[in-house]
């Protein structure tokens, strides 16, 4: 797998800090210190990048604005950085397509843990298993390449955190998952009390896969416990 880290932030001393701690456990990590020098090393580096890290505040753009250009291009994962204690920043960046979040100041041990889980997910979604295809309701997932194409063969764009909760829903079709649950399979860590990003995420994947929010037939809400993947699924090898 792909180890390379790209890390936008203005703070050179922040920058420093973070690539030498990220460096010391075997990550390669590129640094940008605004909007221009991030997409130059993004363009240069787009198809071996393992994970993108964003801070919201930049001296000539925003992360929002960066965010949109990724995810327009790439699936890489995206964690942005906040410093705002209001979640309006984290929930408009999980809106356009940013996967993960955590807030300013942090300690950089929370920040690789949080690495350190996505990368054991995809690792874990990328192997080669009995079981390659997942199809339901005309998509069909495939496992080994990681794609979701819809009826008419065409792929519909995923962030690998999509995937992996569309994977793991699919897998256990019929069954209502709590949302603790679900966070702890996507992103490694427990689910906040105040932290809506499965919700937002979910209703992100909801319109990947035109499941009407008002009356989803794929996702639907068991309201207070979580969510079940109502559709059929047939698991298959070929």
Do not use: W
């Amino acid at each position: 797998m792909n180890r390379i880290i790209l890390v936008v932030d203005d703070d050179q001393k922040t920058r420093n800090l973070l690539k030498t701690y990220l460096e010391k456990h075997q990550y390669e990590v590129r640094v940008a210190h605004d909007g221009a020098s991030f997409l130059a090393e993004f363009e240069r580096f787009r198809d071996l990048l393992s994970l993108v890290i964003l801070d919201v505040m930049l001296p000539d753009t925003d992360g929002f604005t960066l965010c949109q250009t990724v995810r327009r291009q790439s699936p890489v994962t995206i964690i942005m950085l906040t410093a705002s204690a209001d979640d309006t920043d984290r929930i408009v960046g999980l809106e356009l397509g940013a996967d993960d979040y955590i807030a300013k100041p942090y300690n950089p041990r929370e920040l690789l843990a949080r690495i350190k889980a996505i990368h054991r997910r995809m690792q874990l979604g990328g192997g080669a298993a009995a079981v390659r295809y997942l199809r339901f309701a005309g998509f069909t997932m495939d496992l080994l390449e990681r794609q979701l194409s819809d009826a008419t063969g065409a792929l519909v764009v995923l962030t690998s955190m999509d995937f992996n909760l569309l994977r793991f829903l699919a897998e256990h079709a019929g069954e209502t998952l709590d949302r603790g649950r679900l966070m702890e399979q996507t992103r490694g860590r427990d689910l906040g009390p105040l932290d809506r990003s499965l919700d937002v995420q979910v209703s992100r994947l909801r319109q990947r896969l035109s499941d009407d929010g008002k009356q989803p037939l794929l996702i639907k809400t068991v309201r207070g416990s979580g969510y079940v993947f109502s559709a059929d699924v047939v698991a298959s090898d070929a």
